[in-house]
């Protein structure tokens, strides 16, 4: 009764933490107000939640990142690359180098290996964290899907340097080459476990399908299962698990161009997924809060038994291990653009000058989260030999406050560093979205056209004046969008901004047709069957033009 008394109160944490967020007059970070609910059931309820590393990763981290692979836009993710690979690898090794020789620097009564351990679980970004702040800043697409994109990797590279140095702490060695084949194994296995596992799901899925048919929520259940099987897997091949849901959400994505599945268990199966990403991304963050108050309370014994100093050193060194970790990732973002710019100039390509403002904004978007934390939490309690692991209690409190740290920064800095900021849509994107809706209208033509070459022999004769007229008028509709279309870049900008202001207009009126349905429902001039029909298809419109 009480564990579900817990899961209650956490989901109602998240529901009010949205609602408080939207009502307060200025900007308040949700993330910070959901860890702020963690702590109040801690002390409210008095019984906390035991976090298990392993269930933790389990329940929360397959769905999210599945869901980020599927999402992410894969020409995005190709397009840049090398400038993710560069922070998804390259940056975690320079910073679990850097951050462990300062934090032994600052602690020396950390002893070097555990330093290096809790510098390669701080240095991986969060994509559930750096999600949950960049939807409510105003950053650049092309740096969200940079940022998206190195979260998504960055895991294994980060995990495995923290496993290597945990192993050098229990065991007193390090093998630099064990440690190279083991990461190799564990990012390669892991997508080629991801993209196999739901490629074999949703080719049989198909196959059924076809056959048999299918129930409504049927595809839809199979979608939340595929991150669940590929990651556990992975991690019975002892591979990556994490990448193993990346993996299968990218796979899904592309299996979802067949265009196979009916369009109301897509739009069905968007909403389950709306509403599970919001449930974790909150419940997470709550979950933080709730470990907070334990934590500070061990971090604190320890510095009076085993560091011999004052409680307020431990905000002294957060702040700094978290200064470190944002001069570290600046420097490394600022050399590899250098390194870039020499590369395009080489090559003769056109190389584009990051102003400072998206170069500082890059270092401070590097926001962790609760996989930090779940991470750390994996430190053994005791070495080999029985005594106590050192400072573990220490470094679970410092990956914390990092985590809070980094939120409240980029919660803050963002908005301001970016305000004002002109970032103009990529041009590409535009050009493919008038090129694709020109095609699509040509293609609707066509297909209207050979639908009223095979009516004549399966209408009424009463029948086909009618269905002559209709298509003209639907063939008049698409002729105008591909003639519109096929304009040049003047005309099409006036379209866009026609189409805008168009918008406006369809919402007002959707808005006036849904409150006349319910006020006839009100007035019981129709019933509810039929109501809840026409507010669906009034809905489902709304949803286009918003």
């Known amino acids: 009764m009480a564990v579900i008394e817990l899961v209650l109160a956490m989901l109602l944490a998240v529901v009010l933490s949205g609602l408080i967020v939207r009502a307060l007059p200025f900007s308040l970070p949700l993330p910070i107000v959901q860890i702020a609910f ?21 329940l929360f981290l397959p769905p999210l990142l599945f869901l980020d692979g599927w999402r992410i836009p894969k020409d995005d993710l190709l397009r840049d690359r090398w400038v993710i690979l560069q922070l998804a690898l390259g940056l975690v090794v320079f910073t679990v180098i850097g951050a462990g020789y300062l934090i032994h620097a600052l602690i020396p009564a950390m002893p070097l290996a555990v330093a290096f351990a809790l510098a390669a679980m701080v240095s991986p970004t969060d994509p559930v964290a750096v999600s949950s702040i960049a939807s409510r800043s105003p950053v650049p697409k092309r740096l969200m899907h940079i940022l998206e994109g190195e979260s998504l990797l960055n895991d294994a590279s980060g995990l495995v340097c923290f496993q290597f140095a945990v192993a050098a702490v229990v065991t007193g060695s390090f093998s630099l080459g064990s440690a190279a084949l083991t990461f190799l194994w564990v990012a390669l296995a892991g997508l080629a476990t991801g993209v196999a596992f739901t490629l074999a799901v949703t080719l049989v899925q198909h196959t059924w399908s076809r056959k048999f048919g299918e129930e409504g929520g049927s595809p839809i259940l199979i979608s939340v299962l595929i991150p ?7 991690e019975r091949l002892q591979a990556s698990g994490i990448l193993a849901a990346v993996a299968a959400g990218i796979t899904m994505s592309y299996a979802d161009l067949g265009g196979r599945g009916m369009p109301n268990t897509r739009i ?108 750390i939490l994996t430190l053994p309690l005791l070495l080999p030999d029985g005594s106590p692991f050192p400072a573990r209690n220490l470094a679970v409190f410092l990956a914390a406050a990092v985590i809070l740290i980094s939120l409240v920064g980029a919660s803050i800095g963002l908005p301001a560093l970016l305000k004002g900021l002109d970032v103009p849509d990529d041009p590409v994107h535009v050009q493919q979205e008038d090129m694709a809706r020109a095609a699509a209208a040509c293609a609707a033509i066509k297909a209207v056209e050979q639908a009223q070459r095979d009516l004549p022999g399966q209408a009424a004769p009463d029948e086909s004046e009618a269905y002559a007229s209709a298509a003209s008028r639907v063939i008049e509709i698409y002729q105008r969008r591909a003639q519109e279309r096929a304009s040049d870049d003047t005309d099409a900008q006036q379209l866009r901004k026609a189409d805008a202001a168009e918008r406006v207009f369809r919402l007002a009126a959707l808005r006036g047709q849904r409150e006349e349905i319910l006020g006839l429902l009100r007035q019981r001039k129709i019933g509810d069957e039929t109501a809840r029909k026409l507010i669906r298809e009034i809905d489902l419109l709304e949803s286009r033009y918003r």
Not at 38 to 58: D, M, Q, R, S, T
Not at 228 to 234: E, I, N, S, V
Not at 273 to 300: C, D, H, K, R, Y
């Open 38 to 58: 963690g702590g109040v059931i801690a002390g409210v309820l008095h019984h906390g939640v035991v976090l298990e590393p392993a269930i933790f990763f389990l």
């Open 228 to 234: 669940f099987g590929a990651y556990l897997l992975a």
């Open 268 to 375: 069905e199966r968007s909403a389950v997924w709306s509403t599970i990403q919001f449930t974790l991304n909150g419940v997470m963050f709550v979950l933080l809060g709730e470990q907070l108050p334990n934590i500070l309370g061990a971090a604190i014994a320890t510095m009076r038994n085993e560091v011999h100093q004052a409680a307020w050193w431990l905000a002294i060194y957060a702040i700094a291990i978290a200064a470190g970790l944002a001069v570290l990732r600046l420097i490394w973002v600022w050399v590899s653009l250098q390194i870039n710019f020499y590369r395009r100039r080489r090559a003769r390509a056109q190389a584009n000058k990051v102003g400072w403002r998206l170069l500082f904004a890059t270092s401070l978007a590097g926001v962790r989260g609760a996989v930090t934390l779940a991470g």
